[in-house]
């Protein structure tokens, strides 16, 4: 059942697996040609990288004798998929490009001393490596675009869920002890002697900005945000429901080009500029002015969040309201509070509690019924400003076994998902009669 999985896993995987691999984890071998799949080709380096990552992340898998033959299979599909999006011409988002190249850019250089030490690392120049990213990405989204147009219109029936769940059952996980949470989180605010320091720093920066400084420059020597400011106040492309919403409503009320006055968040004062803007994103940087935060006034956010949870326990306001109100968690707020565990979330918002973190995972374990609201807790994090919250248990769901009543929508897309893999292996199985294939040592 394991080695199962794990083949889904690769399958799965290399359909959208990066091109540009960690440095630490990249296989040192004498390359060649692994395949030829139309006018792309496959490296025996590729089917390296692709090796040492999996073995990384699934150590039984250095036992399988079949690794490497699985691997080129999957790369194989991967480039029989892009070679027939290119031919049909799909369209891709350019916005969402530029956007999610920015972003691996900006990790990237997050983790080096400098532009120079990354190169180094490389081995490449930076134009190299931003291009060798954005080509990588440009084809994930041509392959999962075609995919997604091959495989919308797939549907399952009640007669097919009920014998994918009669079929399947014995095989089935259990589906662990499992709650959907919201939460309001307030930060507490800094002393009026902080803000002034700040205040008048960031006067200096816009000061010398109107004097014609450049902008980028000026962030260099002014900005006290340690993620942008090495790089001139740069952000990136970003979309709303990202930006804490004084920083969002300023910046998007901005045309390409302009530059903001002084604005206030939680963090300090901002002065922004939008450098292009594409649809609903907008590329930005920004000078920040931080507060002193070692004089806060928790007290008052204590007492702020017992406020609002009588309100709502009163019935006088709804605590999805209150979160999209006041709420200082941008992404949380924008849905009413509830919380979205990235790659933990489930069907409804449903995640297991045994993933959640203390003291979360203590602060649930009170709150016996649905619609209970824990009391203003203060919430210390590792990384970060301590904030005050209350929860709500929105729903419980007990342990069990997968059943058809109570879990069809799980079931339901387990039974999409397994027509899908089905209908694309044919699919590409026919695409191998119009595309040439070469696959050295082997037979495709």
């Known amino acids: 059942m394991k080695k199962a999985v794990f083949r889904i896993f690769i399958a799965c995987a290399l359909l959208g697996s990066p091109a540009l691999t960690s440095p630490a984890t990249a296989a040192t071998v004498v390359d060649g040609i692994a395949a030829v799949v139309g006018n792309e080709i496959i490296l025996q380096s590729e089917i390296e990288e692709q090796a040492v990552l999996t073995q990384l992340q699934f150590p039984e898998a250095s036992d399988d004798k079949d690794l490497r033959k699985q691997i080129l299979d999957n790369l194989v599909m991967q480039k029989i998929v892009l070679t027939k999006a290119k031919l049909d011409s799909v369209t891709v988002n350019e916005s969402r490009i530029d956007t999610e190249t920015d972003q691996k850019l900006m990790f990237l250089r997050e983790r080096f001393s400098s532009i120079e030490a990354m190169e180094k690392r490389f081995a490449k120049p930076y134009a190299v490596i931003e291009k060798e990213i954005r080509e990588d990405i440009r084809n994930q989204q041509l392959i999962e675009s075609l995919r997604r147009e091959r495989m919308s219109g797939v549907t399952v029936t009640y007669e097919e869920v009920e014998e994918f769940y009669e079929q399947n059952r014995k095989q089935l996980p259990v589906i662990p002890e499992s709650v959907r949470i919201s939460q309001i989180v307030l930060y507490p605010q800094v002393t009026a002697a902080s803000k002034a320091a700040a205040r008048e720093r960031v006067e200096e920066a816009l000061l010398k900005l109107r004097e014609g400084a450049d902008f980028a420059e000026i962030a260099r020597e002014y900005s006290q945000d340690p993620g942008s400011a090495a790089v001139g106040g740069d952000l990136g492309y970003s979309k709303?429901?990202?930006?804490?919403?004084?920083?969002?409503?300023?910046?998007?009320?901005?045309?390409?080009?302009?530059?903001?006055?002084?604005?206030?968040?939680?963090?300090?004062?901002?002065?922004?500029?939008?450098?292009?803007?594409?649809?609903?994103?907008?590329?930005?940087?920004?000078?920040?002015?931080?507060?002193?935060?070692?004089?806060?006034?928790?007290?008052?956010?204590?007492?702020?969040?017992?406020?609002?949870?009588?309100?709502?326990?009163?019935?006088?306001?709804?605590?999805?309201?209150?979160?999209?109100?006041?709420?200082?968690?941008?992404?949380?707020?924008?849905?009413?509070?509830?919380?979205?565990?990235?790659?933990?979330?489930?069907?409804?918002?449903?995640?297991?509690?045994?993933?959640?973190?203390?003291?979360?995972?203590?602060?649930?374990?009170?709150?016996?019924?649905?619609?209970?609201?824990?009391?203003?807790?203060?919430?210390?994090?590792?990384?970060?400003?301590?904030?005050?919250?209350?929860?709500?248990?929105?729903?419980?769901?007990?342990?069990?076994?997968?059943?058809?009543?109570?879990?069809?929508?799980?079931?339901?897309?387990?039974?999409?998902?397994?027509?899908?893999?089905?209908?694309?292996?044919?699919?590409?199985?026919?695409?191998?009669?119009?595309?040439?294939?070469?696959?050295?040592?082997?037979?495709?």
């Open 240 to 444: 709303r429901g990202e930006f804490v919403k004084p920083f969002e409503e300023a910046a998007f009320a901005l045309e390409k080009g302009e530059v903001s006055g002084i604005v206030e968040t939680r963090y300090g004062y901002h002065i922004i500029q939008v450098l292009e803007r594409k649809n609903d994103t907008i590329h930005t940087r920004h000078i920040l002015a931080v507060f002193d935060r070692s004089n806060l006034d928790r007290e008052a956010a204590r007492e702020r969040l017992a406020d609002i949870r009588q309100a709502v326990l009163d019935g006088k306001e709804s605590f999805a309201d209150m979160a999209k109100q006041y709420s200082d968690d941008p992404v949380s707020a924008a849905s009413g509070g509830v919380i979205r565990q990235k790659g933990s979330g489930g069907v409804d918002g449903l995640f297991p509690v045994s993933s959640l973190k203390e003291p979360l995972k203590g602060i649930v374990g009170s709150l016996d019924d649905e619609g209970d609201i824990s009391r203003p807790v203060l919430i210390e994090v590792e990384s970060g400003e301590p904030f005050y919250a209350i929860f709500r248990l929105d729903r419980k769901v007990p342990r069990h076994t997968m059943d058809l009543s109570k879990d069809y929508a799980r079931l339901e897309q387990l039974a999409i998902d397994r027509k899908q893999q089905a209908r694309f292996a044919e699919w590409v199985d026919s695409l191998k009669k119009e595309i040439y294939i070469r696959v050295y040592g082997s037979d495709v």
